[in-house]
């Protein structure tokens, strides 16, 4: 990474009292040429020892190419410039590759946010923690030991002497995001760059992470926190600045920019989270020219409403473990989803919420108990029967990206798509009738052309997408592609598995308010699957709390979130954050 030269003359600051720990002035950064395509363009901030400031934006607006520039991890083609860039009162403007790697860990940590990618998979995670005391300071073996499952123990991973010898595919989610903040403050440095830390984790092990980086600040620590979220950062941070393409549009101490921000980027942000937003309400603003989405089905031959379409009765599932044992995944679960409606199944990690969307879908056999579809027996179903059923059913998941053919354009994946629907192409509601006549369209290349723009239509997508490769979209663009995918076949029932837990609150935004629009328009039953209960309780309009397998409440939104009875839906309730 080529640094910009300081000005003539320039000296680090004479000791003196420390305002900042980290003292930002200028900081521009792009890639390829230098001064050519910044992607952050003049940043300016600081942070004091104790203090926590949230750096927030959408993706790309270059929050974390800031948070790698600022300790030398912009990558080889990063060009960099700034007027001061000083770590707890010394420059690191200029620092060769050697000088960084014997700063990092020390004077600052990182925290990034996949901690499942960030740690080694084939390496107990002691060792990992124990590399930065090994290679900065003069501790023998045995105290180096000592000192990891103290580290261990003040992230709340207590147990050392078991966890230093396990790898991270063995530990949850939670536990690695602790693990790596174990490694980040092993040599307890004086400031921590946080990326994206509890983005995707459940909304109680979330909480956790928010209380021990809120126990680091309190010892002192300099934390620049990374996220979208304004209601996570809210809980912590100090200050908050707001980034939009590459540069701060508006920064203020966290109360007073929540209560009245600004910046249309930062109001916009506001309004984009669900938590309290009541159903049907708009997270986004409406588009400008709203193209109507026409409901292929007639509504004539759509049954009455607040009919029951899928249900599940007792549905068991089981999984034996490396050691023998059995792990019941689904244990007896029963519920309804009405014609129209949405149903939120919400729970944490392991509860076994994607175990269950998968016997619905019929990806997985339950060993008791039945799903039925339309009325009809679909679990148990004979595999011919349940093709007659399949296209009443359409899903939605949570990895776009990963569910779709790399090599694959996005006018490949629903040309694909709608030619899978037609083989498909069932008697309504799997009887002895005539083949449904709206899917008959399209039995030509013209057809299947037509039915895929309509489908790009239908998730506000424009055509010029059609020779992209969903690796090139965005976030938000690929999961639109996902639903366009799964309304092919003009399904009646939607599986929604955490549809948007991987997504910007503003893009979150935009394709909840999407569902809820196709909903409306086509009458579609939704089942959404979601740990974030700010996004349950907006989508829906009956939920299930899901706890080891099991539903331990269930009922309308307004009475399990306004009245909960279980103390498990209790404390998840309490670990949502909020704006102040």
């Known amino acids: 990474m080529s640094q910009g030269t300081h000005p003539v003359g320039h000296r680090s600051a004479a000791p003196g009292p420390l305002v900042s720990m980290l003292r930002v002035r200028d900081l521009t950064v792009g890639f390829g040429q230098p001064g050519e395509n910044p992607v952050v363009s003049g940043l300016s901030f600081d942070i004091a020892p104790g203090e926590c400031l949230a750096l927030v934006g959408e993706s790309g607006s270059g929050k974390s190419v800031t948070a790698r520039s600022l300790i030398g991890l912009a990558g080889d083609t990063a060009w960099l410039e700034a007027t001061e860039l000083a770590i707890n009162g010394n420059d690191v403007l200029g620092l060769t590759e050697g000088e960084w790697r014997r700063r990092r860990g ?52 207590p147990d050392g002497r078991t966890r230093v010898r396990q790898r991270s595919g063995e530990l ?15 040599l307890d440095p004086p400031l921590l760059l946080v990326d994206e830390p509890t983005t995707a984790l459940d909304v109680t092990v979330q909480a ?58 930062t109001r916009r942000m506001i309004a984009a989270i669900p938590v309290d937003k009541p159903r049907g309400t708009r997270l986004t603003a409406p588009p400008a020219e709203a193209s109507p989405v026409v409901p292929v089905v007639a509504l004539a031959a759509m049954p009455a409403p607040g009919e029951v379409v899928l249900e599940t009765i007792g549905l068991v599932k089981n999984f034996r473990q490396p050691d023998g044992t059995v792990m019941s995944a689904v244990d007896g679960i029963s519920f309804q989803l009405a014609r129209g409606t949405t149903l939120g199944l919400v729970g944490e990690s ?50 776009a990206l990963s569910s779709f053919d790399p090599r694959l354009t996005v006018g490949a994946v629903l040309r694909d798509a709608v030619r899978g629907a037609r083989r498909q192409a069932r008697p309504w509601f799997a009887g002895d009738g005539p083949e449904r006549p709206d899917l008959q369209v399209g039995r030509t290349a013209s057809g ?6 309509e489908l790009l239509d239908q998730v506000s997508l424009p055509s010029a997408l059609l020779s992209r490769r969903p690796l090139s979209l965005s976030g938000g663009q690929r999961q639109r592609v996902g639903i366009a995918r799964a309304l092919a076949s003009d399904p009646q029932i939607l599986v929604c598995d955490e549809p948007v837990s991987a997504l910007d609150v503003t893009v979150q935004a935009q394709v909840l308010d999407l569902l809820d629009e196709l909903q409306r328009e086509r009458g579609l039953s939704l089942l959404v699957i979601s740990h974030d209960l700010g996004v349950i309780q907006h989508v829906s309009d009956r939920v299930a709390v899901m706890l080891a397998g099991r539903i331990v409440e269930t009922g309308p939104t307004e009475q399990v979130f306004g009245a909960p009875v279980h103390p498990y839906t209790r404390s998840l309730l309490a670990a949502v954050p909020r704006l102040a």
Request: proline share 3%.
């Open 106 to 157: 020390r004077d600052v940590g990182l925290v990034l946010q996949d901690a499942l990618v960030s740690l080694d998979p084939l390496r107990p995670i002691g060792r990992e923690i124990a590399d930065s005391l090994r290679l900065h300071t003069t501790l023998d073996r045995a105290a180096r030991r000592e000192r990891v499952q103290d580290v261990l123990k003040r992230v709340g991973l």
């Open 448 to 453: 299947d052309r037509a039915r895929v723009l």
């Open 208 to 265: 956790q992470i928010l209380e021990l980086l809120e126990s680091l600040k309190a010892r002192g620590t300099a934390i620049l926190l990374i996220s979208h979220d304004l209601a996570v950062v809210g809980r912590i941070a100090d200050r908050i600045a707001v980034m939009s393409a590459g540069r701060i549009v508006e920064q203020g101490r966290t109360a007073r920019l929540l209560a009245a921000p600004r910046q249309e980027q």
């Open 172 to 186: 949850s989610g939670g536990q690695r995001q602790r693990a790596l903040i174990a490694a980040a403050i092993a």
């Open 350 to 399: 392991g509860s076994g919420k994607t175990t269950t969307a998968r016997l619905l879908l019929a990806l997985s056999r339950p060993d008791a108990g039945e799903v039925r579809v339309l009325g009809r027996p679909f679990s148990a179903a004979s595999e011919r029967e349940r093709r007659r059923l399949r296209p009443e059913l359409g899903a939605i998941y949570q990895d």
